[in-house]
């Protein structure tokens, strides 16, 4: 079986000569009978985005002057609980704290550590309180310029096995898998994974997807950990990490479910080809991914089975919206239920829509254009028709990290 070595492809980089794909460009090719063969091609760049609950930060930030509290109980960032330590910084004025990116705020349930660590990467202000061990309240705000500190941990990332859900039963069901109650009746099915661009799905075992790894995590180097917790040979996810401050806040924001708030990121990682085995594995397709939809409420309950080139093959990556058709109701749909509190006052910010599909799905008055797809099933004996409702991961975030990866490696800014 042919091989090639890492050393062996760097040098082909460095001297102009590697042919590197990105996941997009490469099935493409596959799609139209014209892969390139294992000789022709040299790293393919993978990458996904979506909803990872498993994120948290680390960070530290100074709130007073030294001397001026003991030590932080409680913390709160826009309202979102942070958790004290594990360094108690005694009297030095500074925390440090754990924020979980699904924590939500004490006022805003739907505003959590998502939305919170999107707005600090834009640049914008934080309120900080306090709580001390000596009885004191202190009140300050900061910026991303005051985080001295600030380190993204993905517990479980990158899941290359997702199941899609919709809800059998007569009453809606409040869930993280939806960004509303999903309604019952099988009226809308809700589903997460970016198929066959997902790193895990191509380096299938891990060949070169393993601990140590560089990758790209929201636009920042990053390295893999190991295993995501709940990790298994069957149903791998991974544990990442890396630096928030030097992140894109493009790649990474809040989500509103059903539950409130969550956490999207955007994951890419490069697969050098070294050996027709992991060429081979590179050859799946949407079509290939099986995807099981189950019961929202019972979750492990398959209820028939689905791929991925039914969810994404032909359907829009991004509403168009027409401000005419809008009726300015007295109180907006879409601008309620937005999970990336994407519009706003008539206006959508495509930089913040994560071509999720709801605003389509349920606009009042069809002001939004978007084909997000459907799919036959056979659930309970019977053939059902279910519209694709909500994406809850985004292929065009996904494919846009990758291309940024791509071109790293090509500008040798990114070596393997």
Request: charged content about 25%; aromatic content about 6%.
């Amino acid at each position: 079986m042919a091989t090639r070595t890492i050393g062996q492809i760097n040098r082909k980089i460095e001297n102009g000569e590697a042919n590197i794909y990105t996941a997009e460009e490469f099935k493409k090719l596959i799609k139209n009978d014209d892969a390139p063969s294992f000789e022709e091609v040299d790293v393919v760049t993978c990458g996904t985005c979506g909803v990872m609950s498993g994120t948290a930060a680390i960070l530290n930030f100074i709130v007073s002057g030294p001397g001026e509290f003991i030590r932080a109980n409680e913390v709160y960032l826009n309202g979102v609980p942070a958790y004290a330590g594990p360094c108690p910084n005694e009297w030095l004025g500074s925390v440090d704290v754990i924020l979980h990116g699904t924590a939500h705020s004490i006022y805003n349930h739907n505003y959590g550590g998502g939305f919170l660590l999107k707005d600090l990467l834009e640049g914008k202000s934080v309120d900080v309180r306090v709580e001390s061990a000596d009885g004191k309240t202190i009140e300050n705000t900061i910026t991303i310029d005051d985080i001295t500190r600030g380190q993204i941990i993905g517990a479980r990332m990158a899941f290359k096995n997702y199941t899609a859900f919709t809800n059998p039963n007569s009453e809606a069901i409040p869930s993280i898998f939806a960004a509303t109650p999903l309604e019952g009746n099988l009226s809308g099915l809700t589903f997460s994974g970016c198929g066959d661009l997902n790193p895990l799905q191509n380096d299938v075992p891990h060949n070169v997807i393993k601990e140590g790894k560089r990758v790209l995590i929201n636009g920042a180097e990053g390295y893999i950990l190991g295993d995501g917790t709940r990790s298994s040979p069957e149903k791998p996810n991974l544990m990442l990490t890396g630096d928030l401050t030097k992140m894109d806040p493009y790649y990474l924001g809040g989500f509103k479910t059903g539950q409130g708030g969550e956490i999207y990121d955007t994951v890419a990682i490069p697969i050098p080809v070294l050996s027709e085995e992991i060429y081979n594995n590179l050859l799946i397709t949407d079509e290939d991914i099986n995807l099981p939809v189950a019961d929202i409420k019972g979750r492990h309950l398959p209820l028939d089975e689905t791929n991925y080139r039914k969810m994404w093959e032909g359907n829009d990556l991004r509403p168009q919206h027409d401000r005419s058709k809008c009726s300015k109701c007295d109180s907006c749909l879409v601008e309620e239920i937005c999970p990336t509190n994407a519009f706003a006052k008539n206006n959508l910010n495509l930089a913040h829509c994560f071509g999720c599909g709801m605003c389509a799905n349920f606009c009042r008055h069809d002001a939004f254009n978007m084909k997000t797809g459907d799919v036959d099933l056979t659930i309970n004996g019977s053939e059902v028709n279910i519209p694709i409702i909500c994406r809850q991961s985004d292929r065009l975030r996904g494919n846009k990290l990758s291309l940024k990866l791509k071109k790293m490696i090509e500008d040798r800014e990114f070596e393997l």
